[in-house]
């Protein structure tokens, strides 16, 4: 299996020849109402020079669909956590979506069944997107790592950075109108931040353009019911965004 902190040095490297996002910003902290994350970026990570010809020969930027990206998904040793999946869970959604979710990585039903957002949180995240008249079916669903975590834990870094490039790709070829990114780990990856969610929410970020809402992960809303009157706030931010 290929080393993760090369596959972290070579594509932290790919970003900063094109000027792109990091996976995470070594600075500042979690929130109270985050889970305690693995250090970001690892102890004694350096890079060297890169080439310019990064890009050359990298299959996920030759993607041209969706089913392309989850092709290259579904054999993908990338990482450690392919060791102990069942089946890969690159997304699911029209390639034309409006809207992107994003969340942390898939469970133990995720696993099974190599669906996005299923079981009981998929069924939260179902009348949640209704509430704000979308259709499941209307929006692409996925997560920041493709295989789960053990034990649902958050995925660490190296886990982050070998799949993030997937789901970079993917919101590349949907281009979608807004993102919503549900839970601290798909906040702070994609907005190059380690600000607690708390911090996040109740406003309209921009990832490489793209409007995105931070929100909680329905999980969480299963496990703190209470949290639920600020997710509703901010997806009818997400449904402002879409009818402009």
């Given amino acids: 299996m290929t080393d993760g902190r090369t596959l972290a040095r070579t594509y932290l490297e790919q970003q900063r020849v094109l000027g792109g996002n990091s996976v995470i910003l070594p600075t500042a902290t979690v929130g109270p109402s985050d889970r305690p994350a693995d250090s970001f970026p690892p102890p004694g990570l350096s890079?060297?020079?890169?080439?310019?010809?990064?890009?050359?020969?990298?299959?996920?930027?030759?993607?041209?669909?969706?089913?392309?990206?989850a092709a290259l998904i579904a054999p993908c040793i990338r990482c450690k956590l392919c060791e102990g999946r069942t089946r890969t869970v690159?997304?699911?959604?029209p390639a034309d979506a409006r809207l992107i979710v994003v969340g942390e990585g898939p469970g133990k039903t995720e696993d099974a069944t190599g669906r996005p957002f299923v079981g009981r949180a998929g069924e939260l995240l179902t009348?949640?997107?209704?509430?704000?008249?979308?259709?499941r079916e209307q929006v692409y669903i996925c997560n920041v790592?493709?295989?789960r975590?053990?034990?649902?834990?958050?995925?660490?870094y190296d886990e982050i950075a070998a799949c993030v490039p997937y789901l970079y790709r993917q919101i590349?070829?949907?281009?979608?109108?807004?993102?919503?990114a549900m839970g601290g780990t798909a906040a702070q990856t994609l907005l190059n931040t380690k600000q607690s969610l708390g911090a996040l929410r109740n406003q309209v970020h921009r990832f490489?353009?793209?409007?995105?809402?931070?929100?909680?992960?329905p999980a969480a809303l299963l496990r703190n019911p209470n949290w639920k009157r600020p997710t509703w706030d901010d997806v009818r931010i997400v449904r402002r965004l879409l009818d402009r």
């Fill in 90 to 93: 690159p997304g699911e959604g």
């Fill in 47 to 69: 890079f060297d020079p890169p080439s310019s010809d990064l890009f050359a020969a990298d299959p996920i930027q030759q993607t041209r669909t969706l089913a392309d990206v």
């Fill in 172 to 180: 590349e070829l949907v281009k979608p109108k807004a993102i919503l």
């Fill in 127 to 135: 009348k949640i997107l209704g509430a704000i008249a979308l259709p």
């Fill in 149 to 156: 975590p053990p034990d649902n834990r958050l995925p660490q």
């Fill in 208 to 217: 490489r353009g793209v409007p995105l809402i931070v929100t909680y992960h």
């Fill in 145 to 147: 790592v493709k295989c």
